[in-house]
């Protein structure tokens, strides 16, 4: 899920079961993001699918992260050939998990001077607590392009949103910022700029 605002966002879930001897039941599972429980998806017999639920999270509240799905609580009920009923509870432990990462954005700005090329680039990232982009500061990769592919010259971590880095060419070149995706946060890649 990549979060670009502040609105809560829906999402499906699906339940995958077994079951035997029973006539009723329900299923309901916790789902926790990195500030605790934040939601629940409720299954049932009585819901038409009885095993696709849809849930909502707010991370503006939530927090960006990895969720987690379950554990879950069980309750079934059936009644056998003498009319006799019998009723279980009990918690499935099974667990999934997914991602809720802020959009990331990249740009990247150069200067010239003489045969020294200086490369700076902007990184922000959306975060839905602060209620908008704030600087981000990821492992930022400088490119330049060789032919058809991009070659890295220099992996930096940004400080404050920014990342400069300086390199020697008599001849114009095309260059770019790329960075890899984590577990709260997007990837992203600058548009390129010529210098």
């Not at 999270?57 to 554990?71: E, W």
């Not at 114009?172 to 997007?186: L, N, P």
Request: charged content about 25%; proline content about 3%; aromatic content about 14%.
């Amino acid at each position: 899920m990549v979060i670009s605002n502040s609105n809560c966002k829906y999402f499906n879930v699906y339940l995958k079961y077994k079951k035997k001897n029973v006539d009723s039941w329900t299923v309901d599972a916790d789902i926790a993001g990195r500030h605790g429980s934040a939601t629940e998806a409720y299954f049932g017999n009585y819901t038409s699918p009885s095993n696709k639920d849809r849930a909502m999270v707010c991370p503006s509240l939530d927090g960006l992260g990895k969720y987690r799905m379950g554990p879950s609580e069980i309750d079934a009920d059936y009644d056998d050939a003498e009319y006799n009923s019998y009723w279980y509870a009990r918690t499935d432990y099974t667990k999934g998990y997914f991602y809720v990462r802020g959009k990331t954005y990249a740009s990247l700005s150069s200067k010239r001077k003489g045969s020294t090329v200086t490369l700076t680039s902007s990184t922000k990232v959306y975060h839905p607590e602060h209620y908008g982009k704030i600087k981000y500061n990821p492992k930022v990769k400088f490119q330049v392009k060789s032919g058809s592919k991009w070659k890295t010259l220099k992996t930096v971590t940004a400080k404050k949103g920014k990342a400069t880095y300086k390199v020697k060419s008599k001849s114009k070149k095309a260059y770019r910022v790329t960075f890899s995706q984590v577990s709260w946060a997007t990837g992203a890649t600058s548009k390129s700029v010529k210098r």
